[in-house]
């Protein structure tokens, strides 16, 4: 189950549909018995950004939800696995929250995800905070603040060394670009940004 849950969360980077991960999650959920875990958590975090991606976002937001209830429940010998494959420590319920609702267009809800994983974040995940901060960036496109949103994922991919750029990253940057308007588009940062990050 935890295989599929880290298939299901990667379904979202990798370029496969929303219904496609979310119809993997649906079917293998029942299996965990609502029982909390591991990858019961994960498989209702990729769930959520995918409903996300899908433009489902009372969905997305109901899931994400009912993801915080799950982390409640887990033990500390899994909240405590910070960097492992195996635990499910905050950091990751933050940033999926972070996901869900910069997606959704709740700002508030969002920078709080955003600070408190940012906080969370040990220093070796530098990827990650990267990824969180890009959220910040496609909200503000969402928003209307196109220049300052373009901006802010410009200077996050530089500052972020290029030994770190990965697919994971790069997805989340076209979110960036995909957040922004086709009347915006004919800004240079836009076109650099899709440059950076084309597939």
């Known amino acids: 189950m935890l295989t599929r849950a880290w298939d299901v969360v990667n379904g979202c980077y990798d370029g496969r549909a929303p219904t496609t991960v979310i119809a993997l999650a649906d079917q293998v959920l029942p299996l965990t018995d609502g029982t909390p875990s591991a990858a019961t958590c994960g498989l209702l975090a990729g769930r959520a950004q995918a409903l996300s991606l899908g433009g489902r976002h009372a969905e997305a937001v109901a899931c994400v939800r009912a993801l915080a209830d799950r982390v409640e429940e887990l033990p500390a010998t899994v909240t405590a696995e910070v960097e492992s494959l195996w635990g499910w420590p905050e950091h990751r319920l933050r940033h999926t929250e972070s996901w869900v609702y910069a997606h959704a267009g709740d700002q508030h809800a969002a920078e709080a995800a955003q600070h408190r994983a940012l906080e969370l974040y040990p220093p070796s995940q530098q990827r990650l905070r990267t990824q969180v901060q890009l959220h910040q960036a496609a909200a503000l496109c969402r928003n209307g603040y196109i220049p300052d949103g373009l901006r802010l994922a410009a200077d996050l991919l530089d ?31 836009y076109g650099e940004l899709v440059e950076r990050v084309r597939v």
């Open 159 to 189: 500052q972020l060394p290029a030994e770190q750029h990965n697919e994971l990253v790069r997805a989340v940057a076209r979110q960036v670009a995909a957040a922004v308007p086709d009347a915006e588009r004919h800004r240079p940062v």
